[in-house]
């Protein structure tokens, strides 16, 4: 066995303009507002990112799960490893895929199968895994029936007929979605103050698949790059989801929705913990361009490829890279 030491701290240091301003344009869409489905559109548009309220998810479930996140990130070292290695699926510690990205983070990496998630807890809690595996499937289903729901009125204001054009990939029982819990430490080794020195919790990237819905404690440290290249920081809502355009969103809709760029720094005092639920399509699935979105005039921008393809091609780059320029058309 090959026992990799830890980073070292100055690996996680970036030092950019100190942005102590949280960004106020944020696009939030209330769910049950007449005018949601254009909304959603037009925030996908311009952010590819968004906030959603009156999401109807009961805040109760959400608090108990992190509440059982908190208590499993307590335990030592070696019961979190019980979960295994994070390549494909497990408990993961400062190293981030397989290409030598580095965040001061630890997590949970899963499949979004019930199955799975209870075989998981089963290995770190054999006398009692029901309580963490119960708060886990019981949060995904909830959430991914809104990230449908929000794909469903995404195709609506798009005007399409098949509402159900997105959502399906992810309603699908072979849908490859993923999930995640993370928790960035406080580091009070470092003093960052104003210096501008930050600690990159969760370094530069898109995510590849369809969305992402996110949920974090109080705790500020996420970031998104707007169109013109500036970064700015989302003010944290524990009782709201963010919701991300993901790459295959991106290529799906030729380029009219943005799968955003985001990071997250970690604080150097309090704790952050997050919850995301990757909505992914089945393995065989071929992603390509709509046809009645191409319709609209305009040339096809992207290759057709399998979800297979993309994710074998994305899982060997490192987070920053740009995933899609591989399967631009030239
Ligand atoms: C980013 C989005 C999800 O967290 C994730 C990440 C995955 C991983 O952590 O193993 C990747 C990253 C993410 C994209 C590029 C590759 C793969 C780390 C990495 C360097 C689970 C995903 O699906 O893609």
Known sequence: MVVQS?????????????????????????????????????????????????????????????EQALSFFQLPQVVKEKAGNPRPFGYGNKRIGQNGDVGW????????????????????????????SSAINNYISKVKKMG???????????????????????????????????????????????SGRNLVGFGEHTDPQI???????NTAGFQISLSDGTWVSVPPDHNSFFINVGDSLQ??????FKSVKHRVFA???????????????????????????????????????TWWEYKQAAYKTRLSDNRLGHFAKT
Do not use: W
């Not at 969305?211 to 404690?217: A, D, G, Q």
């Not at 290529?251 to 009219?256: L, Q």
């Not at 399509?281 to 992207?302: F, N, S």
């Open 6 to 66: 830890e980073p070292a701290l100055d690996q996680f240091i970036r030092t950019c303009k100190p942005s102590t301003q949280f960004f106020t344009g944020i696009p939030t869409i209330d769910l049950t507002h007449p005018d949601a489905n254009s909304l959603l559109v037009k925030a996908c548009e311009e952010f590819g990112f968004f906030k959603v309220i009156n999401h109807g998810i009961p805040l109760q479930m959400v608090n108990e799960l992190e």
């Open 105 to 132: 983070v630890e997590y949970l990496l899963l499949s979004a199968s019930p199955d799975f998630i209870h075989q998981i807890c089963l290995s770190l809690f054999p006398d009692n895994p029901h309580v963490f």
């Open 148 to 194: 449908e729901q929000v794909l469903e009125m995404m195709a609506e204001g798009l005007g399409i007929e098949d509402e159900r054009v997105f959502s399906r990939l992810i309603k699908d029982e072979k849908s490859d979605s993923c999930f995640r819990l993370n928790h960035y430490p406080p580091c009070p080794e470092l003093e960052l103050e104003m």
């Open 211 to 217: 969305i992402s819905v996110l949920r974090s404690n």
């Open 251 to 256: 290529v799906m809709t030729n380029g009219r």
């Open 267 to 305: 604080d150097h005092t309090k704790s952050r913990i997050s919850m995301i639920f990757f909505g992914g399509p089945p393995l065989c699935e071929k992603i390509a361009p709509l046809p009645c979105i191409l319709q609209g005039g305009g040339e096809c921008l992207y290759e057709e490829f």
